[in-house]
């Protein structure tokens, strides 16, 4: 069954009443920016944490940064990828030092040429009119994505396809992306394919 709008602090007492009550399965959290997050309990120990394409250690700094969401409890033992955790404590420490300490936690910020963002988005594009990607430029950029990434690439594209800014755009690749030089890396890319298309086009958003 899904919860109502969770606060953090309820968020965390659902996950310790889950583990006080010996459990096996996943809950799953929707964050109130529509984020997916899932943590694994195997007989009421966390043993598995996700959010969105990251996992355990790496999933803890952007799990913080939650403040409300839904939760549903599923009787599952299929995860993805298992942690290994000391014990339940040791997981509610780390997510409170990263909520309280999160600068600390967060991607260094990504330096993005001036002058090549004014090119793509222009003055219109930056009063709110969107920015659209041609069918060559999401084949190239996809391309990008999945040499860099691997498979991964093919999920990024999936979210970068829904954007319709570039700002936007930017934002997942530095959530998605745990390491900062490949998301630099990959950025650049993203920025050269629509830079080198004279067919960039800005507008209002249909």
Not at 136 to 161: F, N, R, T
Request: charge should be negative; charged fraction near 25%.
């Amino acid at each position: 069954m899904e919860s109502s709008l969770l606060s953090f602090p309820d968020i965390i007492d659902e996950l310790r009443y889950l583990g006080r009550s010996k459990v096996t399965g996943s809950l799953f959290i929707v964050s109130d920016e529509k984020h997916y997050a899932t943590v694994g309990f195997e007989n009421g120990r966390i043993i598995s944490l996700q959010y969105r394409l990251s996992f355990g250690e790496s999933a803890i700094p952007m799990l913080a940064k939650i403040n409300h969401g839904s939760c549903r409890f599923q009787n599952t033992s299929n995860f993805i990828r298992k942690t290994n955790f000391n014990d339940n404590e040791e997981v509610f420490q780390k997510i409170m030092e990263a909520r309280n300490d999160g600068k600390n936690k967060e991607v260094e910020s990504i330096d993005i040429p001036n002058m090549l963002a004014e090119q793509i988005i222009g003055d219109n594009a930056r009063k709110g009119q969107a920015l659209y990607l041609s069918s060559q430029q999401k084949i190239d950029i996809e391309d990008v994505l999945i040499e860099e990434l691997g498979p991964i690439g093919a999920i990024v594209m999936d979210s970068l396809v829904m954007c319709h800014d570039l700002g936007s755009m930017l934002n997942i690749i530095r959530e998605e992306v745990e390491q900062t030089d490949v998301a630099r890396e990959v950025i650049h890319h993203i920025l050269d394919i629509l830079t080198q298309d004279s067919e960039v086009k800005v507008g209002n958003a249909s």
